[in-house]
């Protein structure tokens, strides 16, 4: 069911894009919404269960250290996603298939489900409604560079497995399982990334908006009440 949940959130993106085609500012308001989630959990769950299995300062540290290039590594995939990650795309549209775009989203899901296995279900719900603007972004984009509905969709399933795949591997294969507190700092990194970019966006020439401010602290209310 938990990988259903992951593939089924991107379908759901691709879906309001097909049939409901989504105003820009449904997409923003669950944008702000997801990341408010997923800098939530991040804060409240993913820092304090690193930190509690760190035995010494010199782990500390390590932990730090590897959080920080979490955020570089994410920089650098946004170099060649163009910011799909965190709602929008800045290219043109496209003529050739934007295949740098894709592996760098593919690599950004597949890392996201790394650490699923390690923690509550609060990850794994947030991650799911990470999915839905960007499954809306992805879709969107694929089909205003004239991709055919075929073609978008075969990608779009790509993409739909790999925070499965990474879940899977994460909790399957030993390695990962033994280094799996300091994968969750680097993706604690890739988290606070995006999240952060995400409400800073949010917020258009810095003017207070309502909305956008009340889906925000949604986010921020639910992961509170589902504390556990």
């Given amino acids: ?3 259903l949940l992951l593939i089924g959130a991107v ?17 923003k308001l669950l944008l702000a919404f997801s990341g408010s989630y997923l800098l939530s959990v991040t804060v409240l769950h993913l820092l304090p269960e690193v930190y509690a299995d760190a035995k010494d300062h010199t782990q500390f540290h390590t932990i730090g250290i590897l959080i920080l290039i979490g955020i570089l590594i994410q920089s650098v995939l946004e170099s060649f996603s163009k910011g799909a990650e965190h709602g929008h795309v800045h290219l043109s549209e496209q003529k050739t298939f ?12 597949f890392s996201e489900g790394l650490p699923i296995h390690n923690t509550n279900a609060n990850l794994l719900f947030a991650i799911a409604v990470h999915k839905i603007p960007i499954a809306v972004v992805l879709t969107s984009f694929f089909l205003s560079s004239k991709f055919s509905k075929k073609t978008t969709l075969l990608f779009v399933a790509i993409f739909s497995i790999m925070s499965p795949l990474g879940y899977f591997l994460g909790e399957k294969v030993a390695w990962f399982s033994t280094h799996h507190d300091k994968i969750s700092a680097l993706i604690i990194g890739v988290f606070l990334h995006i999240s952060t970019i995400i409400l800073f966006e949010t917020t258009e ?5 309502i ?18």
């Avoid at 759901?12 to 997409?27: C, E, M, R, W």
């Avoid at 934007?98 to 899901?109: E, G, K, N, R, T």
């Avoid at 909305?211 to 556990?228: N, P, R, W, Y």
């Fill in 205 to 209: 020439n810095h003017k207070f908006n």
């Fill in 1 to 3: 069911m938990n990988y």
């Fill in 98 to 109: 934007p295949w740098l775009l894709f592996v760098s989203l593919c690599i950004h899901a």
């Fill in 211 to 228: 909305q956008k401010f009340t889906a925000i602290l949604l986010g921020f209310i639910l992961t509170v009440l589902t504390m556990h």
């Fill in 11 to 27: 379908f759901l993106g691709s879906t309001f894009v097909f049939f409901i085609k989504p105003n820009k500012l449904f997409t």
